[in-house]
């Protein structure tokens, strides 16, 4: 494929998702078995309006039932499922009209609030949507009103899915068929925003009415060693803090509760609810601002604005004795920020920790929160 963008000045390859290859191998083979026809490539139109020409592999033709392949490429974009093989088996069937189903290494679902009911195979719905009107495009060609069921396999698909989000989100045996759009963006901030989605929104409809938010591995470790929780329970975040309280509060959650690295939950002070640090890096100024005013001395909270980890500035901080009073300031900004972003309707607090330091600060509600969160089931 050969259609790019540009992201961070950098010209970028864009790719094609397993929903695309999905739909254009049950092209291929339903084409292959109601034409009698081979067909080495095939072209496929995706939801964003980039038409695809797809080279088919692995053809295998029988009097009932054809099968096919299309490899997976996510372009620039560092996809667990680069050069995967997504195979699609059309055969005749009794029923009317066109089933679809997943095989081997296409996950099930086995807990509700994901895009497909429980029992289903992990095909999503934009996907189910391209495979159905691919193959009713291919009946129409051929003047065919026979029955069909498409099956979608990943030979690989088990051991990719234990790279991804799959067994978190109760997707068992292999991965999903996925893409809203049939095209892979390298970098796609909105696919990550998307995960958190579906990830909060299958815990809100467990009964999950108080949810734990961490950024990343480092606060699902704290969780566990520092706060003996199991670190399955929080949901991570990446830098998409404010995204996700967002979403917490569309989706009705009662309260949130965020546990995180200071160098994450620092800039939160500053009302960055993107942590990411091309959005900027105010780590230092926050801290030397919440230090002077806990009464710092000039020379040293010159010291803090020099320093590249908020663990120095933690250590002169303890030195000077300030490390109570500028963490009560700096965590109390936090706490109304967090109201702010998520209003009144949603109860927010936050427990900030360091690696070296261990537990800092919670914000006023934090450890009542805590409670609601463990032991409140729905």
């Known amino acids: 494929m ?4 540009v992201k961070g000045g950098k010209k970028l390859r864009l790719g ?7 739909a254009a191998a049950a092209k291929a083979a339903a084409y292959m078995l109601l034409t009698g026809r081979r067909m080495e490539r095939v072209a496929l ?4 309006g980039i038409r695809l020409e797809l080279e088919v592999k692995e053809i295998s033709i029988g009097p009932d039932a054809v099968s096919c392949a299309i490899e997976k490429d996510s372009g620039d974009d560092p996809d667990v499922t680069r050069g995967t093989l997504v195979f699609a088996e059309v055969s005749r069937h009794e029923a009317p009209g066109v089933a679809i189903d997943g095989g081997v290494g296409v996950g099930r679902v086995t807990k509700p609030g994901l895009d497909q009911p429980v029992g289903a195979a992990a095909i999503n719905s934009v996907p189910r949507r391209m495979i159905l009107e691919a193959v009713e495009e291919v009946r129409v060609l051929a003047d065919s009103r026979e029955g069909l069921k498409v099956v979608i396999s990943v030979p690989e698909g088990e051991a990719l899915a234990k790279k ?7 997707i068992e045996g292999g ?5 809203t759009t049939g095209i892979v963006e390298p970098m796609s901030e909105q696919a990550l925003v998307d995960t958190i989605r579906v990830e909060l929104r299958q815990r809100r409809e467990s009964g999950a009415e108080y949810v734990l938010l961490t950024p990343g591995n480092y606060g699902s470790d704290f969780i566990r060693d520092g706060l003996g929780i199991d670190p399955a329970l929080p949901v991570q975040t990446s830098n998409f803090i404010g995204d996700a309280l967002d979403i917490c509060r569309e989706l009705g959650f009662r309260g949130a509760l965020l546990v995180g690295h200071i160098g994450k939950l620092v800039k939160l002070a500053g009302g960055m609810f993107n942590t990411h640090s091309k959005y900027g890096d105010c780590r230092m100024e926050i801290i030397a601002a ?13 010291e803090i604005l020099q ?7 933690l250590r002169i901080l303890c030195e000077e004795g300030l490390c109570e009073a500028a963490l009560a300031r700096l965590t109390e900004r936090i706490a109304s920020r967090l109201r702010g972003r998520a209003g009144e309707s949603m109860e927010t607090e936050a427990v900030l ?3 070296i330091y261990g537990e800092l600060s919670r914000t006023a509600g934090a450890g009542d929160l805590l409670q609601k969160v463990v032991c409140v089931k729905g």
């Open 45 to 48: 139109a995706t939801p964003k």
């Open 290 to 302: 919440h230090a002077a005013a806990a009464g710092l001395r000039s020379e040293r909270v010159e």
């Open 164 to 170: 991804t989000f799959n067994p978190r989100l109760g």
């Open 16 to 22: 094609y998702t397993t929903g695309s290859c999905a």
């Open 307 to 313: 320093c590249v980890a908020c663990d120095d500035a």
């Open 2 to 5: 050969e259609e790019y963008i």
């Open 353 to 355: 920790f360091s690696k």
């Open 175 to 179: 991965i999903s068929i996925l893409g």
